[in-house]
Structure formats: structure tokens, C-alpha cells
């Protein structure tokens, strides 16, 4: 299992399009993906749970993967969050 | 103790007279007010299937509405619905609301709205303005899929024999109530010319429209009579009020009785002028009736609720199936099919909707630009017309070049067709509605091109005046008989005899008793009517003479003013017909 704090870094924050965006690359891996915020956690493959989320910039979230491939899913992931969605 | 009788006053839009219970359709308002079952008569099973069916058919819808609007929708619309459709496709979601539908032996729709609540409270509470505006998008996906959940439930609840007050009826609402047995419908919304008022006059049922708020002052538990004569409402009307309106409904019926006695008579003035007269259809119920009792040609058959049903363009096959239906129960009389006529707000998504839909991607425009559906229509009647008596009809045409190229695409469906070896009418007639300004203008020239034109009087009255027929603000402006329309016509009828085709007029107008007497005067060949109008539009007929119609549209036409062609035509019809035949 990997464990990872990221911080949400583009303006808009965690909206629906990269909530999207989100949950098509954690979908491409078979690894388990949850995604913790202020102890609530939620399925990062459910588009709904990453919305549920509503991670405004400067937010912290502890992604956690679990699975045969999860340290490609997690640097995939982890990318998607340093470049800021691509929003920057 | 007595309920206190109510009379609420809109705008009278289809004739008749009925008594009974209200049924109150609240469509708009996502808060359905359906029962909270107790957990135990609810069947977990039925819920959850109920709730795969409302999440294929969101789904469905949103990708129909995507295939269409693809090219139309800018980048950030294109993503709103994207995330729409993504929403619709988390298994999570899904299996976390079935899973809750069972274990607490809920109904579909509480557990949605609460999850769904869960969803929005945890947006809006964001410090970020831009994502709590994002529970605007969850809120349009809510009423989708909320829509789809309680329609088939709303649908069947509707009690036969009752009537419908509603806020308003949107076309796919109309179509679903035109399945069941109505006395009649009365909105809060709508004008004369609405989609409810068309279809009420269709399906024969009284119709009272544009009553401000009247959906807000009946409950299912009043006594009503409806009056589409005089547009008025009654709420738990006295008796001697109930008794006035037995007599009223007995007179009515005497008159449709002796009007049935004209059914046999031939369409003809007086001096022996026979006048071509057809009827509007748009329902399959209503063909039964047409054939007994009229045994004329279908001069508009509208495509577009077939949109509608389907919710999605139907298949080659399936519109088949219709056209040939229509083709062999109104044999040996013919159906002119119009082309899809659809405006492009029923289609695009709220974001993206036109702010004048009017002037926007609409009939013949949406053909043109998604040529495969149109293909698909065009091989559909085109097969169903082997036997003959089938007729095509372009809405919305403009110019030249949307008739050029709809040619040029009707030749190459019948290229496929030759190519799959099937059948078809190789001489099939191909017309034109003309109802825009610019094709009135043009009609000469359009006229070499086509087999006949069909003037669209609503559309062509609208587009004239600049008036919204929907509008409740402008719709006194929506005139008719107005000089501008009449020289319209008057346009088109000379440039059709210039080229030696036929003219019709399939619009309202048609079915007006002081304009169809104009109409056959100006040199309209065939009026179709809505088949609510048919016997009383023969009855004029037979009571005028050629002759004095033409006197009357040859001075009409100089006319400068709306009241003076009002008055004028008040005259003449005092004049010669001299009996008002209401």
C-alpha cells in the first residue's frame, strides 16, 4: 500500500472536470484508490465521492493505493496533482 | 358545507365542453409530490429495477443530446455535460443507492434525493465560489434522472377522464397524456398556438390555456367544468351553473350531429367550385377517425413526436413501420409526411439553449447538418411510398440552397434504396412549406424546383410580424389577418400558378372560418385543416360562391390596415354567407 499528502494547487480547485479527468486515470489501474480528506475518506473511482470531496485550492488529500500495480497508479496520480490538472 | 364556486378566466384554445374531477400535473417542480411508502409494501426488487431503467434511459438522453450537439457546444459546455454523463456512469454511485434501496427498503427516488443532497451539501459548503457553482450541473442531472424515475409512476397515476391543470405541458408531457382519456387540459402558461393547444384541437379535447396560476389554486380533490369555447375554468361550479352547462352540452352535440350529415357531401362553393380540403394528423389514434368519417388526404403528417416518443431519432425500420402504416390505412388517399421539424431547444442542453430558438438551428437546418438522420427518413418514407400516396415536405426552407441540397439528398436516398433493391415511388412528390419570409420572396424561383408549396401560416405570421406566437406579452401582436400575411399569400399564390404547382395552406389559418373564405378567394388550392375544423370548414365552403370569394380577396389585398381588413371581412362574411356558423 502507498500513502501520499498532496495539495490541490490550481485556482479552481477539485471541479468537475478534473474530478473526471481523476477518476479515468485512476480507473486505468487495478489498484484500490481512496482518497482522505479531514478523515473522510472516499472511493476515488466514483466520480460522485471525488465531487463529494469539493477540494478548493490549498486543500490537503491523503490518497492511498492498494493493488498489483499501485506505484504506476500513484505516480500517475500524483503527477495529475503536482501539475495542477493541467490547470495552471 | 358548500364549496364556493371559482370561475378563472386564459385564453380559450380548443372548443368543447367538459365536467369532471382535475387531475394536477406538477412536471417542473423536481419535488414530486409522490408518496413516502412505508418500508413495508415496498417491493426492493421493482425499486431497483425501476432505478437501472431511470439511469439507462438518463443516459440515453444525454447521449442522444450529445450526439447532436457535439459540433454545436463550446469547450466548457462540451465538459459540463461530459461530467453529466460520468456522474450517470459511476458504479459506485449506483451500487451505493442499491445497496441502501435494499437494506432499508426505501423507495429509488428518497434514497437518490437524499444521496444526491449529500452530494450538494458537500459543494456548497467549498470556500470556492466556482465549485459550489458546480451544483448547478448536479441539479439539472438530479431532475434528469428524478424525471425519468417518477414518469412511467406520474403517467399511470393520471386517472382516465380527468382533467389536466398543469403549469405548464412540455411536448413530451403532451405526448404521454395523449395516450390516456382526457376531458381536457388547462395551463397556467401557453398561447393559441402552443404545443398543448395544438395538441388538445388534435385529440378533440377542450383546452383553456395561459390562466396565469390556476395550477396553484385546484387540488385533485375540486369538481371542475372546462369551457374551450369561452376559456374559462369553473371550480366546484353550482348547480345551476352545472345544469347551464348540461344544456350547452347538449346543444354542442345537436350541431356535431348536423354537421356529420356533411360528411358525405363533396367540398364544393355553391357555384360548383370544388375546393380541395384535407386533414392534419399527427396521432395514429386518429386515423381511424379520418378514414370513417372524412375519407380525405392527409395534407400535414408532423414527424416530430416520433423524435419525441423515442427520445432519440427512431431507426430506419421503425419510421417505417409509421409511414407505412399511414400509407396503407389512408390509401387510397394520399399523406403528405413533413420531414423532422424540430427546434433546436428541444435538443440542446439547458446550457447551451439559443436565446432565440426561432431564428436558430431548427427543421430543415438540423436536416442539413446531421444529413444521416435526415437520410434515414427520407429511405423510411421513401420505401413506405410504393404504393404511391406519399408526399414529401421540407419545413423551414429559406432559400434555394437548402431546397437544392434536400433534393440532391433525397436523390441519393433513392440511390440507396436502388442499391439494396427496394421499392419505392420513383415519381414521389417533393414540396415546401413556405413559412419564412425570404422563401415567399423567392417562391418563383423556388417553385421550378418543387411539386408543390404548403404555406405554414403560423410559422409564416410570426416570421413576418416579429411576434412570438408563445409570447404572453406580445402575443395580440400574432395577427393574422394583418395585410403584410395576407400579401405574403397572395405572393405565393401567384408565383405557384406561374409555375403551375399546387398551393396549400396547412397552418391554423386553414381552419378559420373568416380566413379560409379569403383563402379560396386568393386561389388556394387545398386547405388542410385540423380535423376538429373539417366539417365546419366544409360547411363554409358550400355556402360561398367562387365568385364572391375572389371579388373579396382581390380587394382584400389592397387593404392597408389590420382593422380595415377586419372590418371588410366581417362585411363580406354578413354578406355572403350571412349566418355565423360557430
Avoid at chain 2, 377522464?161 to 403549469?167: E, G, L, T
Wanted: with cysteine; aromatic share 8%; proline share 2%.
Amino acid at each position: 500500500m502507498i500513502e501520499k499528502v498532496v495539495t490541490i494547487i490550481n485556482k479552481a480547485g477539485m471541479h468537475t472536470r478534473p474530478a473526471s479527468n481523476l477518476v479515468k486515470i485512476a480507473s486505468k489501474y487495478k489498484a484500490d484508490f481512496f482518497i482522505i480528506k479531514n478523515g473522510y475518506s472516499i472511493n476515488g473511482k466514483s466520480i460522485i465521492g471525488v465531487m463529494t470531496l469539493a477540494a478548493e485550492q490549498g486543500s490537503k488529500l491523503t490518497l492511498k493505493f492498494d493493488g498489483a500495480d499501485e506505484e504506476l497508479a500513484a505516480k500517475e496520480m500524483i503527477k495529475f496533482f503536482e501539475d495542477g490538472f493541467g490547470e495552471l | 358545507m358548500l364549496k364556493p364556486e371559482q370561475i378563472f378566466k386564459g385564453i380559450a384554445a380548443s372548443k368543447g365542453i367538459s365536467v369532471g374531477k382535475p387531475f394536477v400535473y406538477r412536471a417542473e417542480v423536481p419535488s414530486y409530490k409522490v408518496d413516502v411508502l412505508p418500508s413495508s409494501v415496498i417491493s426492493v426488487e421493482n425499486e431497483i429495477n425501476d432505478y437501472n431503467l431511470a439511469v439507462k434511459q438518463s443516459i440515453k438522453e444525454l447521449n442522444k443530446i450529445f450526439s447532436l450537439a457535439q459540433e454545436k457546444l463550446d469547450e466548457k459546455n462540451l465538459q459540463i455535460f461530459e461530467a453529466q454523463l460520468s456522474f450517470l456512469n459511476d458504479e459506485f454511485f449506483h451500487n451505493k443507492i442499491k445497496d441502501r434501496i435494499s437494506r432499508e427498503s426505501k423507495q429509488a427516488f428518497v434514497v437518490f434525493k437524499e444521496e444526491i443532497q449529500i452530494l450538494e451539501n458537500a459543494i456548497v459548503s467549498s470556500a470556492d465560489e466556482y465549485i459550489r457553482e458546480r451544483v448547478n450541473d448536479i441539479e439539472e442531472l438530479k431532475n434528469r434522472v428524478l424525471r425519468n424515475l417518477l414518469k412511467g409512476r406520474l403517467v399511470s397515476k393520471i386517472t382516465e377522464n380527468s382533467i389536466v391543470i398543469a403549469k405548464n405541458l412540455s411536448p413530451s408531457d403532451t405526448i404521454l397524456f395523449s395516450s390516456r382519456n382526457l376531458l381536457g387540459i388547462a395551463t397556467d402558461l401557453g398561447g393559441i398556438n402552443s404545443h398543448v393547444a395544438l395538441i388538445s384541437r388534435a385529440l378533440r379535447i377542450p383546452a383553456v390555456v395561459a390562466m396565469h396560476d390556476i395550477s396553484l389554486n385546484i387540488t385533485n380533490d375540486d369538481f371542475l367544468i372546462i369551457d374551450g369555447y369561452k376559456g374559462l375554468v369553473i371550480k366546484n361550479p353550482h348547480e345551476q351553473t352545472i345544469e347551464y352547462y348540461g344544456k350547452q352540452i347538449e346543444k354542442n352535440r345537436e350541431i356535431e350531429r348536423k354537421l356529420e350529415e356533411l360528411e358525405k357531401l363533396p367540398s364544393e362553393t355553391k357555384d360548383g367550385k370544388s375546393v380541395k380540403l384535407s386533414t392534419n394528423l399527427e396521432f395514429n389514434n386518429e386515423v381511424d377517425y379520418v378514414v370513417t368519417h372524412f375519407g380525405c388526404d392527409v395534407g400535414l403528417y408532423r414527424t416530430e413526436h416520433l423524435f419525441m416518443e423515442e427520445g432519440d431519432f427512431p431507426d430506419e425500420e421503425s419510421q417505417y413501420i409509421q409511414y407505412r402504416f399511414l400509407a396503407e390505412h389512408i390509401y387510397p388517399k394520399s399523406v403528405t409526411i413533413r420531414t423532422f421539424d424540430i427546434g433546436g431547444d428541444k435538443i440542446l442542453p439547458d446550457s447551451q439553449k439559443e436565446s432565440n430558438p426561432f431564428l436558430g438551428w431548427r427543421g430543415i437546418r438540423i436536416c442539413l447538418d446531421k444529413k444521416e438522420i435526415f437520410l434515414t427518413q427520407l429511405r423510411a418514407i421513401l420505401r413506405a411510398s410504393s404504393g404511391g400516396n406519399l408526399k414529401i415536405m421540407l419545413p423551414m426552407i429559406s432559400g434555394i440552397e437548402e431546397v437544392k441540397k434536400s433534393l440532391e439528398l433525397i436523390e441519393k436516398a433513392k440511390g440507396q434504396l436502388k442499391e439494396r433493391n427496394q421499392k419505392f415511388d420513383e415519381k414521389i412528390e417533393v414540396g415546401v412549406m413556405i413559412e419564412v419570409p425570404s422563401a415567399v420572396l423567392l417562391a418563383e424561383e423556388i417553385g421550378k424546383f418543387v411539386d408543390f408549396f404548403s404555406i405554414g401560416t403560423n410559422d409564416l405570421v410570426q416570421y413576418t410580424l416579429a411576434v412570438d406566437r408563445d409570447s404572453s406579452l406580445v402575443h395580440e401582436l400574432y395577427e393574422k389577418f394583418h395585410p403584410a400575411v395576407l400579401r405574403m399569400i397572395d405572393m405565393t399564390v401567384k408565383a405557384a400558378k406561374k409555375n403551375n404547382i399546387h398551393v396549400s395552406v396547412c397552418g391554423e389559418m386553414a381552419s378559420d372560418q373568416y380566413a379560409s373564405l379569403l383563402l379560396v378567394g386568393l386561389g388556394i388550392t387545398e386547405l388542410s385543416v385540423i380535423s376538429l375544423s373539417y366539417l365546419q370548414i366544409k360547411k363554409l365552403i358550400r355556402l360561398i360562391n367562387y365568385s364572391d370569394a375572389q371579388k373579396v380577396a382581390e380587394k382584400v389585398v389592397k387593404l392597408k390596415s389590420i382593422n380595415e381588413v377586419k372590418e371588410y371581412i366581417e362585411d363580406c362574411f354578413k354578406k355572403y354567407i350571412g349566418e355565423k356558423i360557430a
